[in-house]
């Protein structure tokens, strides 16, 4: 069974830095698309950053020069790399991935992925 397993939240003070891990169980590098996407509770997981099996990326608005996502495709490992966080970027973060992408406009789409991991908290006050 395909797993996604995330690693690398916690609690930091406004500002500083954090990088998000996903260990895939399969690779998604060769035809599929990886993503993460946030939930607060009571809320709609919204789509954060995505990355296709050639390597092209697409960002949320509100974490545009902020984040940054990555793969090292040899170990399966998805990272988000998260500069300058603010309060308001406390979340649940999950890794989400499919094998064969849709449109790359439907992206930061939920419905876009198949398979999720558990998630981890993100926790940004001071």
């Known amino acids: 069974q395909v797993q996604l397993v995330e690693s690398g939240g916690g609690s930091v003070q406004p500002g500083g830095s954090l990088t998000l891990s996903c260990v895939a169980s399969?690779?998604?590098?060769?035809?599929?698309?990886m993503g993460w996407f946030r939930q607060a509770p009571g809320k709609e997981r919204e789509g954060v950053a995505a990355?296709?099996?050639?390597?092209?990326?697409t960002y949320a608005d509100s974490v545009k020069g902020r984040f940054t996502i990555s793969k090292d495709n040899a170990k399966n490992i998805l990272f988000l790399r998260m500069n300058s966080l603010k309060p308001e970027d406390t979340y649940m973060y999950y890794c989400?991935?499919?094998?064969?992408?849709?449109?790359?406009?439907?992206?930061?789409?939920?419905?876009?992925?198949?398979?999720w991991g558990q998630g981890t908290q993100v926790t940004v006050s001071s």
């Open positions: 990355i296709s099996s050639t390597g092209s990326t």
């Open positions: 989400a991935a499919q094998i064969r992408c849709g449109s790359w406009y439907f992206a930061l789409h939920r419905a876009m992925y198949n398979y």
């Open positions: 399969t690779s998604f590098y060769i035809s599929g698309c």
